[in-house]
């Protein structure tokens, strides 16, 4: 999926009820034809809207990066990870969700 300026989701997964530590890995491939590198920022949104985790790859021209992020979510429904692209020239052309169910959490979103 090419990115834009603006934040469109990559991936959303349905979750039940719980607490839950996710673990999420986007990889990123620059098509940029300018030779600069390209600034790619994703989150992890809870079904909130409320932002878990979020983080922010320099991907080099025509190169390839990962994007690696981990947060606590406490509540059911969709978790999304939405990323925008300062350049609109990068695909997320993979992406990975781990939600490890836990017994209890500390400073969830």
Known sequence: MFLK???QTVLTEQLPAGRYI????????SESLNNTA???LCRIVNGSGGIVSE???TVPAQGNGFLAMTG???AGGNITVRCI???SESIAYSDYLTAIPVASLTGTT
Do not use: K, L
Request: glycine share 0%; hydrophobic share 45%.
């Open 55 to 57: 983080n922010v790859a």
């Open 72 to 74: 606590s979510v406490s």
């Open 22 to 29: 996710a673990n999420v890995i986007v990889e990123i491939r």
């Open 5 to 7: 300026t603006s934040f």
């Open 38 to 40: 390209d600034n790619v």
């Open 85 to 87: 692209d300062n350049q």
